[in-house]
């Protein structure tokens, strides 16, 4: 769905934020993108809406080269995107007239209109707040109705620019429980993090360091094959104790990524 090849992004002032980044995403995939701060990840996932252009290189979407203004309307339809301060994003002065806005703006009938609002706040799990102003909610609660209202213009793919980096553990949780529910709906979603753990079920984790990526594989293989430390970033937990087993002589008979995994393990020593 979106193919990115050999692209070079420096900003006006000259900053080189991407260099020779090939990436190809499929439709209906869950790729997780992590880096250390300034690695590039969201001059990346901005190239994929259009947002930025290439200096050198090329993007498309669906087959639509970015390059060309006349694919943006088509582009940014397809590709929606969160960011993680959503206050920036609304417009509405209720929840229910905010994430009306978009498809409202697609000129659909007031019906279909209705249909998407109530579908996606179905989704998120924010029927309850349709009459408050968004302005009025938790942090949580804001990146719902922000990702309910990108969801209510039914894009083929959902771009998380780090939505979770701000919020509580378990508004957190909740976030990411209806991030996965959109991409178990068939919805492509690229999510970008921090935080390793959110990508244990991810499809393919990729990488970024100094504008370029250096890993991009399954979760397990990445975790597996790659000093994470050496760029800036943490491993899970779980995977972090899975090596100090082995290092330790507990052969495991794999990594272990998630809490379950691990004592399957260790269950399996005795
Ligand atoms: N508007 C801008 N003008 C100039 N340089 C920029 C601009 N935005 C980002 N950069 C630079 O581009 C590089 C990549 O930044 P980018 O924001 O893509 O990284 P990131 O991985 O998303 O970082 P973070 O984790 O902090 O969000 C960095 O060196 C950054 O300083
Ligand atoms: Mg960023």
New binding site residues.
């Given amino acids: 769905m979106i193919d990115i090849r050999k692209l070079r992004y420096n900003?006006?002032?000259g900053?080189?934020?991407?260099d020779s980044v090939d990436l190809h995403i499929g439709r209906g995939e869950f790729l997780v993108i992590a880096?250390?701060?300034?690695?590039?990840?969201?001059?990346?996932?901005?190239h994929m809406n259009a947002l930025l252009l290439p200096s050198e290189g090329f993007v498309s979407v669906n087959g639509l080269c970015t390059s060309q203004k006349k694919h943006h309307p088509d582009i940014r339809r397809a590709v929606g995107m969160v960011f993680?301060e959503p206050d920036s994003q609304f417009i509405g002065m209720t929840v229910e007239e905010d994430i009306a806005f978009g498809p409202e703006n697609l000129g659909l009938p007031s019906s279909r209109i209705r249909e998407l609002v109530d579908m996606s706040m179905t989704t998120l799990g924010i029927s309850g707040l349709r009459y408050l102003s968004p302005r009025s909610l938790s942090g949580g609660q804001k990146q719902k109705v922000a990702t309910a209202g990108v969801l209510a213009m039914e894009p083929e793919c959902v771009i998380f620019?780090?939505v979770t980096s701000m919020l509580d553990p378990l508004s957190r949780q909740e976030v990411l429980g209806a991030i996965r529910r959109i991409h178990a709906g068939g919805t492509t979603v690229i999510h970008?993090t921090?935080r390793l753990e959110e990508a244990v079920d991810a499809d393919r984790l990729v990488i970024?360091d100094s504008?370029r990526i250096v890993a991009d594989d399954l979760p397990r293989n990445v975790f597996m094959e790659h000093d994470l430390e050496g760029y800036g970033i943490e491993m899970p937990v779980m995977v972090t104790l899975s090596k100090m087993l082995a290092r330790a002589g507990f052969s495991g008979r794999r990594l272990a990524l998630t809490k379950e995994e691990l004592l399957e393990d260790i269950c399996q020593l005795r």
């Fill in positions: 900003y006006p002032d900053t080189l934020a991407l880096g250390r701060n300034g690695s590039g990840k969201s001059s990346l996932v901005r993680q620019d780090e970008v921090h970024m504008g």
